[in-house]
């Protein structure tokens, strides 16, 4: 009987996984159309490599031609550190 529950467990465990990257697309896409409705100069985004200013109208402008930072091989492991003296909410 264990045994059936813990597989049982796994199963759901798994399912709920499974649901992660589509939760997390709406969640991204929600907080976007919030940030387009709250702010009055629109939200900087990037399309077809170009960092974008998106008004809540619609208007997009062109603000300057994105570059990556760095180039990134598949399996790299990169550290990420933190900005001293801010946090994200202060704009590091």
Not at 15 to 30: G, I, N
Not at 46 to 73: C, E, F, M, Q, Y
């Amino acid at each position: 009987m264990a045994k059936k529950l813990e597989h049982s467990a796994e199963t759901d465990i798994d399912a709920l996984e499974q649901e992660v990257p589509r939760l997390a697309s709406e969640a991204t896409h929600s907080a976007y159309l919030r940030a387009l409705l709250v702010s009055e100069q629109g939200v900087l985004r990037t399309d077809d490599g170009n960092l974008v200013r998106a008004s809540p109208d619609g208007v997009k402008i062109i603000v300057a031609r994105a570059k990556p930072r760095r180039k990134v091989k598949v399996g790299e492991v990169i550290t990420v550190r933190k900005v001293k003296g801010k946090s994200a909410g202060e704009g590091a």
